[in-house]
Nanobody
Framework: QVQLVESGGGLVQAGGSLRLSCAAS????????MGWFRQAPGKEREFVAV????????YYTDSVKGRFTISRDNARNTVYLQMNSLKPEDTAVYYC?????????????????WGQGTQVTVSS
């Protein structure tokens, strides 16, 4: 099991940027595929981005491609989500998640451990 704590959320105007961080503790961080998901009010949790254990593979949902970048620092046990050109439709609670696997999944039910979430609000 790994414990996850997100930070970096906040209120930003459309077109602005935020960088989310997710600090992990517990088991060996580099053994986990890491994902970012988000959930807007009244909507289901949706996949945003995922990064492989070594960081050599990344995938994004279509709506954030070219605007968001996922990265990780295994020495710091941290995964990041750089969000640029933010839009009001990006408003949601953002969660990081860990999957103890070498495979890369985009579905939430594959992930074993979750953070508590951080709110991102984009005003128009």
């Amino acid at each position: 099991q790994v414990q996850l704590v997100e930070s970096g959320g906040g209120l930003v105007q459309a077109g602005g940027s935020l960088r989310l961080s997710c600090a992990a503790s517990g088991r060996t961080f580099s053994a986990y595929t890491m994902g970012w998901f988000r959930q807007a009010p009244g909507k289901e949790r949706e996949f945003v981005a995922v990064i492989s254990r070594s960081g050599d593979r990344t995938y994004y949902t279509d709506s954030v491609k070219g605007r968001f970048t996922i990265s990780r620092d295994n020495a710091r046990n941290t995964v990041y989500l750089q969000m640029n050109s933010l839009k009001p439709e990006d408003t949601a609670v953002y969660y990081c998640a860990a999957d103890f696997s070498m495979l890369v999944y985009t579905t939430a039910n594959r992930y074993d451990d979750w953070g508590q979430g951080t709110q991102v609000t984009v005003s128009s």
